[in-house]
């Protein structure tokens, strides 16, 4: 449907093939980035002598017009000849008819992306870390506020509710490393490297490269518009943050079940049955959850399209973009409505439910090792049988006699160690028995907490410093096109 | 959002976090057959004595207006909710109020999507029949037109197109009938089912059932609306169809490319390069490839999404609808476009490249067998040592002398085999040895063709003839509200 | 490596790559079958006049003798070499080598794949039958114990176990009718489409079929060696069935943990920790619901590795063929372990916890509705405010008085409907009011139960006659080569 | 089935679904590196007093003797339970007993696989490392063998086969560098977080972290043993990893088929077929494409296993592992017979074919621009036309006279240019023009060799001091253990 393609090697394009195959629409997203690196493009032209000053002055105006302002409505295949068609257009065919000397949609595409992209993950980690700190916040005033901690969705040690928090947070925080070591190899240009074997005309590539805010080249021509393992490298960080989004989804949801009911869920942010009056549904989780299932298939997707490509461009990569804006902001959209929803979070003090008072059995096991002297297997034994009995009679660990214990351990007991186990199974205050660093003790989680706060603060400057060199990248590209 | 919820058991809902867990966008494509729903549920309301004919028919007229125009503009969280408060604002609340006792959400939503899917099924099944119907009508001009047989994408064995366009019918065909097949799970009524525990008035379902055209009931009301295997199979049905289509997609892409050139594309489903003047690419071919990726991902997505879910109306369940009309809308558009580009496909004639005409090796090794006696193994191992010398020295396999058959052979060979042996080396003529069922000659070509037209035909039939009662049932749903 | 075809074509293979390539070793489940096939065709070659009966007595001896006994430990690249080197070894070159006249591996391998795959599909829809039967049997036991419905993972409305159970068994029967739909693809044969384009020897296609079972063909003898489709329909198939499975293990893991502590899973089936003494973890149900994770990306590596592949036989197929098998046994393992789990699973009469017996007031609203004429919008809203302040005081649904509800309501309230409400709020007899089909009220769930029972029967009998037609077509092979 | 366990909690297990859940098997692959971890335990435990040096040597040389006999005969559950059940079994109960303090096999078993995954990622990364190094050496001998470049599989410019060989090494490096930064999250100590909650017992972290040779801590203990993104993200690497062998295969086999013929495959990586005597078949590289499909997909088990599992251990944690090794060995393997393909490959000089050798046309557009002062857009377009001529009339572009280019070019033409346009149309040392950084041309590609050379090395050594340092900390707990 172009003009500037046509009339050529083919006779025109059936309409609504080439609507079928149009990117246009989804191509909105890197417009933007589509222009600037045709000013630099225009910029290496000068440098290099390809074209003249005028011609750069010329050609860079309009660009600079285009930035914002793309005709998407035109009916065309993509952005790169949208914006050709539409200089030529105002520069007439002589001018715009240079403006694609010496490159190619392959290597242009790959580099508007990885513009788009630097940007993206550094608001991705950005969010991230916005969402640990509003955690660490939030573990603040949970210090000893007594929490179950389950394994096998049974209820397992106690812990404290800060110490839950700063466990997601600890996990998020590898996230948003994740999300930046991507950067890496994402922020570098694959500009000059033509349609996949470079240019005989003499450009410098390096110069484009750093007029557009990149670290460094993909270097080698063929590599640099034949690969697309950034894409997959994101999208796969983007995954694993997606999981662990879902999780933090699925843990809320079982904690403020009506059974479980360790935490309340904000009235704002669940929903009644239009049928079930007294239902209090976690709707906005369930729909995190279930978007997270999908930026995880965003990857597959990838992968399958991918998988057996033979090398070179090919147009199947136009399909990868889009999964990954749908990651980022699927991610973005979720990491919005969890900050907020983790901050309006009531923990329930809670009645202590039958079978999870138990959970202060391995405390009870440890005492018995460490005040009674007994192997720690021959105290489980010993604490597993207790349990059976506290069951099967409705009592609690702590009330069960002497000669009761004496015959779970096969061995005699000292009183002084029954009172020892007598307390070891009051849960409330059961953490702060923890000495291992890591554990939930509220002077190892202030410590852990503290360090966090010290962290979060590192990497969103860095991040700033990081997105500041680009910007000023751009600047000087804008300086440089003006001055022609 | 909606104020039908409002002010009951919980307070108002956060702003963002509504908007982010609405369907309402993705629930246009369900609206009319919700609204649909509505009116047959307010017929067995009436017929069950649970509201009045004066309710009833003043519910039945406002809804008929809603059918097709719905105020999607409102901010509500769904279509449910919309379709009750609009009848609400209307009717008022004494009357509108009453519209939605004994169901719920959960049964009507699984009602409305088989509604809708059932008939993107039918018409996904007739598009496929009709690219089947001209693979088969392109498949009579090509009956005597050699074509190469690919395995393991080595030359293999003579072919005619026709044999192609024929095996590849066959597989769609398949898809067509497993389509076909899904219906009849699909085509169940939930309606009834309410929450997940039925109802305490007596409505009777199979009478809601059958005015909206249902087969049945999927009668255990926690099955009704705790099951998703309904979407599962479609998306499974569509994936493997997908498969089907990135497979000719691969298989043309291969046969046009420059080295290969058994076919040409159509220079109207082409594109060239902005900067490589030669190219001409399989544009098209290629974006069907990779967006019948995504529609093999859609089922991956609905199966992480489901997998472990408990059961119970989930709202997860909510992000798995898009991906049916996401998969449908691909197929429908590459079958579209499929269907044209096959109509216009050449088949050069070609030139026969080197080791391409080696496929002629197997009818020499059987004629060695049938005319000269030989173990097939032993002529095998001849005719392998006969390729390696033909491409040594350039020569064909028909140009070989006898003394080189026989030290091939290790025995000695009549020249009357000699001469067979040189006959079966015509490539182009060579199908027409073929004597099996099914193979490549061009008679029980025909007779396969013959076939697989009267089979299509019966299956537009049949699809009709499931499409005709549908609407036949909403037309008696339509009489029946109309007679209030 | 193997000696049939060395000496031909190409030098001798590395070692190393022929060991990587190999497929012997999960050749061994299609091995008997293989030698079947081998038989069929000698048969058929003896009825085309090709080969003399003597040649074929002789082929048919061997074969016999090897289909328990073929030697696995030999090093060659897949079983369909190994047979013939068997046979040749035995008999000598010159008969040995006839017998692969007119037939390829292409074809034999898809014909063996579909003769295990057809007994297996038979078998596992048993094993789906006989849990269902189990369900339905444990079923009868807990027609009347109430039990908690929950939808979004929060208590939603009073159902029974049984109920609960014959939900699961109505999506189970629904996974059985699939697995036996597919066996209508995969029961045809391909044999006698050799590599890809049938044979110049006349070959009766359908005699093999007859011989080995079969239903009828895969016609086109491209289609019949290209198309995996019948694996991936399988695979299909089995992803929803494992998804089943995961749902049932959810739930009982949620079901049975300390906090909801509906069911009691049987010691048997549980373990403990190593260091928590207390705990009794549900490890069989989740190592099932991790399992059948992999059960469905086993379609997903399927769908990978397929899509895109091009039309004709290519080597990739092999690695289809492990996951079919990884499938089946893992479906089936796991289907043994829950048949024996639920039969042992104990209901907890259990203490009703606060927030869970509101699911009552569903019920409540509608007897506000049928008994106190309210639209049920108005109902709702009050019940849904009456929930908030029993939980804010503590207090059940049928304690609140006359004046919160006429508050509530927004209106007056006769007393009689009151004393209704009251009973309405009794939970353990409130699934006796259900009315409609399919609802968890005894008689309609006796009536269920015992259509199931007469479904599964019928369904049981369906599978054992196609079974024995199987086993009669091998039996009538025999019986044919045993009179050469 | 274990004693250790039993006669506490519960009653005994089922054999079968004790059988079912069992990890023993798979467990072999981290056996040694959980006795370690066991020793290392035993070491930090005698330094904290927890036990005497009496009861640590003892322990200690039991552990020690184990390391490598393992009787994995037994009928146990896992390994862990399997290590102190003979260390009981020798020791006796009272100082077995002893050895589980303090620990669990939440934080052993992530430790354990921690161990050794770190030591396959550098393997791994060694791996690939040797693989692009033989790809570099390789290249010097292809750097002036002309190759074609291909978009959209249709042949786009003229290439070297040595750029074409450091491309793929490009790809490769990156693979190799995401390897290694996985390790940085792996190499970190879970040992000490116990179930999920640390210890009461007072131990040293990161005592035991530095013994088994971590550079530091999973520090929260909830974190510590509920997070897996390790696993994932090391599968996420493999995946990328298989998706660039897959291309790499994909490449092959198409340049090795007849059509293209761009390579001849050694015939020792090569096999025929059984009834085609002519073939040629890419068996490995299509079993590779295979097998890196199962890879991909191991990830999206992983995936989907672990989507919305709550926080905590869960026994579907069992699962992953094994996924883990698979991919780990595929890709080794796959790896092992790339690196001796590639060195055995020939590349052909091949006749170029009539499509193939319009890839000059970029360059004679570019001629025009540059000699003929001609807009590109305009020099393409006469190219174009020039190509559908050149394609009609069977000649060459640099056939074409003045006359013809004149009417393409709708302008008058310089004979000088058209001599340039028709040097330019000479492709066999076409790709000396390329001048451009990263371009195909012999001195850049030279440059890169070189460069890459030097990369390969520095990555090599930095791998081995890892290494060392691992073996290092693993030889100082052997010190320290032999010591009590």
Redesign the interface.
């Known amino acids: 449907l172009s003009s500037?393609?046509q009339?050529?090697?083919?006779?025109?394009?059936?309409k609504?093939?080439?609507r079928?195959?149009s990117s246009l629409e989804q191509d909105k997203r890197i417009g933007r980035a589509t222009v600037l690196t045709n000013e630099a493009h225009v910029a290496a032209l000068v440098k290099a002598g390809i074209i003249g000053r005028t011609e750069g002055r010329k050609l860079a105006r309009v660009l600079k017009r285009l930035e914002d302002h793309l005709p998407y409505e035109r009916e065309v295949?993509d952005v790169?000849?949208l914006i050709?068609e539409e200089v030529?257009r105002i520069l007439g065919?002589?001018?715009?008819?240079?403006?694609?000397?010496?490159?190619?949609?392959?290597d242009q595409v790959s580099t508007a992306i990885r513009m788009v992209l630097r940007m993206e993950l550094l608001q991705l980690s950005n969010q991230i870390l916005h969402f640990v700190a509003e955690l660490v916040r939030e573990s603040r005033k949970y210090r000893k506020s007594f929490f179950v901690?389950?394994?096998?969705?049974?209820?397992?040690?106690?812990?404290t509710f800060s110490?839950?928090l700063?466990?997601?947070g600890?996990?998020l925080l590898?996230?948003s490393?994740?999300t930046i070591?991507v950067i890496a190899?994402v922020n570098l240009s694959p500009m000059?490297?033509?349609?996949?074997?470079?240019?005989?005309?003499?450009?410098d590539?390096?110069y484009v490269a750093r007029l557009l805010g990149f670290k460094g080249?993909?270097?080698?021509?063929?590599?640099?518009?034949?690969?697309r393992?950034f894409v997959?490298?994101s999208l796969?960080a983007c995954?694993?943050l997606a999981?662990?989004l879902?999780?933090?989804?699925?843990?809320l949801?079982?904690y403020s079940?009506?059974?479980?009911?360790l935490v309340t869920l904000?009235?704002?942010?669940?929903?009644?049955?239009?049928?079930?009056?007294?239902?209090?549904?976690?709707?906005?989780l369930?729909?995190i959850?279930?978007?997270?299932?999908?930026v995880?298939?965003?990857?597959?997707?990838a992968?399958?399209?991918?998988?057996?490509?033979?090398?070179?461009?090919?147009?199947?990569f136009?399909?990868?973009t889009p999964l990954l804006w749908d990651s980022m902001d699927t991610l973005q959209?979720?990491l919005?409505?969890l900050i907020?929803?983790i901050s309006r979070l009531s923990l329930n003090g809670g009645r202590m439910?039958?079978?999870?008072e138990?959970?202060a059995?391995?405390?009870?096991?440890?005492t018995l090792?460490?005040a009674g002297g007994f192997?720690?297997?021959?105290a489980?034994?010993?604490?597993?049988?207790?349990?059976?009995v506290a069951l099967e009679s409705g009592v609690s660990l702590g009330d069960l006699r002497k000669e009761q214990w004496e015959s779970f351990l096969e061995a005699e007991l000292n009183p002084r160690v029954l009172e020892q186990v007598a307390k070891a199974s009051d849960l409330k205050s059961s953490?702060h028995?923890?000495?291992?660093?890591?554990?939930?003790n509220p002077e190892e989680v202030d410590r852990?907490r503290r360090a966090r706060v010290r962290e979060i603060a590192l990497a969103l400057r860095s991040n700033k410093h990081a997105e500041t060199k680009i910007t000023h990248s751009i600047r000087e590209l804008n300086r440089i096109t003006a001055s022609f």
Not at 289 to 294: G, T
Not at 353 to 356: A, C, F, S, Y
Request: aromatic share 6%; charged share 25%; net charge positive.
């Open positions: 500037v393609l009339r050529g090697r083919l006779s025109s394009q059936d609504d093939a080439a079928f195959a295949e790169h000849v050709e030529s065919a002589r001018i715009g008819g240079v403006l694609h000397t010496a490159k190619s949609r392959n901690g389950y394994t096998h969705l049974q209820p397992a040690q106690p812990l110490h839950y700063l466990a997601i600890d996990s590898r996230d490393k994740r070591e190899r000059g490297a033509g349609a996949l074997a470079g240019s005989s005309f003499k450009l590539r390096n080249l993909v270097e080698n021509s063929l590599d640099a518009v034949a690969s393992d997959l490298e796969a995954t694993i999981l662990d879902s999780r933090i989804s699925q843990d949801i079982f079940s009506a059974d479980v009911a904000p009235d704002e942010f669940a929903s009644t049955s239009t049928i079930m009056p007294q239902k209090k549904n976690p709707d906005v369930e729909v959850r279930a978007r997270c299932a999908r995880t298939t965003n990857f597959s997707t992968v399958t399209t991918v998988h057996a490509l033979p090398t070179g461009y090919n147009l199947d136009q399909e990868l959209s979720s919005r409505v907020r929803l439910k039958v079978g999870v138990l959970i059995a391995t405390e009870v096991a440890n090792v460490r192997p720690f297997r021959q489980h034994r010993a604490v597993g049988r207790a349990v059976r953490f028995g923890y000495k291992t660093r890591g554990s939930p852990m």
